[in-house]
């Protein structure tokens, strides 16, 4: 069954942190992953997908096929980026819906 | 470019009721998506829209169900509330034909059983 996994119910790193939110999924076809950012008082909104391998505000993913993961990473953590982030497995051949992890609430102490 | 709306905000029902959750995508956008993120839980898929059809559905009992009009817009509807039901409602739209588009949400609605 597909199944995404955030261990990490809660992250608090400093600013400057290095930080780096897990997030592994379990899927018999050729995955496509995304990261979503969900910022105090606002909408879920998309962060970065795989297949662009770009870094969006600092944050970059690389999927793993060997260990099924799609870590997030960002060198040095901001206040701002104080958030919840979800992990989302897209299902193509179930018209597009999305898998997500239960989330991680980044907290980002000055 | 108008994001995805929902209404409404909040809606406060009872046991046994019937409740209704609007959605209005994106212009241009024809697909839209229902999710539940209820305490606990997560974000679980609903049921997928498109083109005026129920194209996909989650893991939920028949009392779930909704319909999307000619304008694309989708109504939620859920039946014979329960306490396990109260949860924020999101409803996603993504540009038609494309599955590799994203989808984009709305606000939610925040369902709430009394």
């Known amino acids: 069954a597909q199944r995404v996994t955030q261990p990490e119910k809660l992250l608090s790193v400093f600013k400057g942190a290095p930080v780096e939110l897990k997030c592994n999924y379990s899927?018999?076809?050729?995955?496509?992953l995304f990261w979503y950012v969900q910022y105090s008082r606002q909408r879920l909104q998309l962060l970065l997908r795989h297949i662009s391998r770009e870094s969006i505000k600092g944050f970059t993913a690389d999927l793993n096929k060997g260990e099924t993961s799609f870590h997030l990473k960002k060198p040095f953590a901001q206040e701002e980026d104080s958030a919840m982030y979800y992990c989302?497995?897209?299902?193509?051949?179930?018209?597009?819906?999305?898998?997500f992890g239960q989330g991680t609430e980044l907290s980002v102490k000055p | 470019e108008a994001g995805v709306t929902q209404s409404p905000t909040h809606l406060i029902k009872t046991r046994g009721q019937q409740a209704t959750l609007r959605c209005s995508p994106i212009?241009?956008?024809?697909?839209v998506y229902w999710y539940q993120q209820a305490l606990g839980l997560g974000l679980q898929f609903l049921l997928w829209?498109?083109?005026?059809?129920?194209?996909n559905r989650g893991n939920f009992p028949p009392r779930f169900s909704g319909r999307q009009f000619p304008n694309y817009s989708s109504e939620l509807n859920v039946n014979a509330l329960e306490l396990e039901d109260s949860a924020l409602y999101l409803c996603?739209?993504?540009?038609?034909?494309?599955?590799?588009?994203?989808?984009?949400f709305g606000d939610g609605t925040r369902l709430s059983i009394l």
């Open positions: 989302a497995l897209r299902l193509y051949n179930q018209g597009g819906k999305l898998i």
């Open positions: 899927y018999s076809g050729s995955p496509e």
């Open positions: 996603a739209s993504r540009v038609p034909g494309d599955f590799n588009q994203p989808q984009h």
């Open positions: 212009s241009g956008h024809t697909s």
């Open positions: 829209y498109d083109e005026g059809e129920e194209r």
